[in-house]
């Protein structure tokens, strides 16, 4: 047990410490990492990368706020109230088809789903990053938060590649802004996901989760990482930061494809 400790500390930490610096999220590396170790069952994963990526969150948006990068608006509270309302919708749509199909087959169309959405992100942010629709008004970002919630609570990877190429195309805003819209997305989602998680558990309404303690070293590991991540970003371009986004969807494409033929085959 202490062995996969350990693995789980170490790549919960540098997850959280890229995912700050491109805005994508811990989770998005952290599931699938996870998931080829092949020692806990889904819902345990998605538990854990759940907790791991709200913890970095907390810790990257909180610094943001006090350093003044990330400044309170209308804006961010319709990108929040969007989130929240995407990350129950995300959670109940794969707890349906778990019920439905089976926790092995929700497990292939979760990672089928984020391997076509990174591949998706690479094309766009690697090819057609100068298009964008440039919308501006307020209940546009709430329908693109709305619809990153969702899909990032039901893949169980936080945020992940989408949250910062839809940002991009939508809004036309820089990537460093974008992560900042990724991150608040990510912080509301991932808040309302736990509190539905905690309720079903309460409720009786859930699977079992399994070795729950380790959430006490996964929590410390996440925030060592936000922090590091976000200090770092700091002194980062915006090239640079794109740099990272992109080598980090190649990897985190590779690893889902080998997880998916590993499931299937």
């Not at 942010?125 to 546009?140: A, D, E, G, I, Y």
């Not at 079903?200 to 590091?228: K, M, N, S, Y």
Request: glycine share 10%; proline share 1%.
């Amino acid at each position: 047990m202490f062995g996969y400790i350990v693995l789980y500390v170490l790549i919960v930490g540098l997850a959280n410490l890229v995912g700050v610096i491109s805005g994508m999220g811990g989770g998005v590396i952290i599931k699938p990492l996870m998931d080829s170790l092949q020692v806990h069952s889904m819902a345990t994963i998605d538990f854990f990368s759940t907790v791991a990526v709200f913890t970095t969150s907390i810790v990257s948006t909180g610094r943001q706020l006090k350093t003044g990068a990330l400044a309170f608006s209308r804006r961010l509270l319709f990108i929040a109230v969007g989130a929240g309302i995407g990350g129950i919708a995300g959670k109940m749509w794969l707890s349906y088809l778990v019920g439905s199909l089976g926790e092995q087959s929700a497990s292939g169309i979760q990672i089928a789903t984020t391997i076509v959405l990174l591949f998706v992100s690479i094309v766009y942010t690697f090819r057609f990053k100068h298009v964008s629709l440039h919308l501006s008004r307020n209940h546009w970002y709430f329908f693109a938060s709305l619809s990153l919630g969702l899909l990032s609570s039901f893949m169980g990877i936080g945020g992940g590649p989408m949250n910062v190429a839809l940002f991009l195309f939508a809004f036309g805003v820089d990537i460093k802004v974008s992560t900042m819209y990724s991150i608040v997305t990510i912080f509301s989602s991932q808040l309302l996901k736990l509190a539905t998680i905690g309720a079903d558990v309460f409720a009786a309404r859930t699977v079992v989760l399994e070795d729950t303690g380790i959430v006490w070293f996964i929590i410390p590991a996440a925030i060592v990482g936000g922090i590091i991540g976000t200090r770092l970003s700091q002194y980062l371009s915006d090239a640079q930061v794109e740099i990272i986004y992109l080598l980090i969807c190649v990897v985190v494409l590779v690893i889902n494809m080998m997880n998916l033929w590993h499931l299937i085959g």
